[in-house]
């Protein structure tokens, strides 16, 4: 088991900045896949942006160029850089990380971009 508790998120206005920040409780290094995912009201949740141990990373179409994910092992942290933000990325954002197939989440963060 690991907690991901996620901060930083906020209401912001459009094209302005956010960083996200999301602790576990335990190691991530290894094989573990870290990801941010994003749920807005009344849509599913989709992926945003995940890194692996070794850094590589991916990124949805529609934040690639403004959003860029990273991660420190030795503090067991995740982190996502949100810049030119729009209305559209409102959402939950959750922390996510998949090890030997299983999944654990994050309670989400509110982000809220307004116009």
């Known amino acids: 088991q690991v907690q991901l508790v996620e901060s930083g998120g906020g209401l912001v206005q459009s094209g302005g900045s956010l960083r996200l920040s999301c602790a576990a409780s335990r190691s991530i290094f290894g094989f573990h896949v870290m990801g941010w995912y994003r749920q807005a009201p009344g849509k599913q949740r989709e992926l945003v942006a995940t890194?692996?141990?070794?850094?590589?990373?991916n990124y949805a179409e529609s934040v690639k160029g403004r959003f860029t994910i990273s991660r420190d092992n030795a503090k067991n942290t995740v982190f996502l850089q949100m810049n030119r933000l729009k209305p559209e990325d409102t959402a939950v954002y959750y922390c996510?990380?998949?090890?030997?197939?299983?999944?654990?989440w994050g309670q989400g963060t509110q982000v809220t971009v307004s116009s």
């Open positions: 996510n990380d998949k090890f030997v197939g299983l999944d654990y």
């Open positions: 890194i692996t141990s070794g850094g590589n990373t």
